[in-house]
Nanobody, 117 residues
Framework: QALLVESGGGLVQPGGSLRLSCAAS????????MRWFRQIPGKERELVAT????????IYADSVKGRFTIYRDNAKNTVYLQMNRLKPEDTAVYYC??????????WGQGTQVTVSS
């Protein structure tokens, strides 16, 4: 059974940092591109960051470029999102997603990030 479990969310002050983790199991993690999305209630889910299956070139939404870093450890079946210089508008539920053009995709349950003083 494929499973993605996010952790690391919480309450942080503006300008602070958080690191989200997404632990994968039940599928071949190293064969999947991994993505982080976020969603605010009443709005569409927004793609935040993408990393290819073997690492390498990453892609970021303009709103987080220069502040967020996505990276992965295929030996640990885990993808991370390091978030620095957080802003109140980064407040959302963050989801990790395993994507493949040829295999079923998977979603985690989400972790809440709240940026507030």
């Amino acid at each position: 059974q494929a499973l993605l479990v996010e952790s690391g969310g919480g309450l942080v002050q503006p300008g602070g940092s958080l690191r989200l983790s997404c632990a994968a199991s039940g599928f071949t993690f190293s064969s999947y591109r991994m993505r982080w999305f976020r969603q605010i209630p009443g709005k569409e889910r927004e793609l935040v960051a993408t990393i290819p299956s073997t690492g390498g070139a990453t892609i970021y939404a303009d709103s987080v470029k220069g502040r967020f870093t996505i990276y992965r450890d295929n030996a640990k079946n885990t993808v991370y999102l390091q978030m620095n210089r957080l802003k109140p508008e980064d407040t959302a539920v963050y989801y990790c997603n395993a994507h493949s053009w040829t295999r079923p995709g998977y979603w985690g349950q989400g972790t809440q990030v709240t940026v507030s003083s």
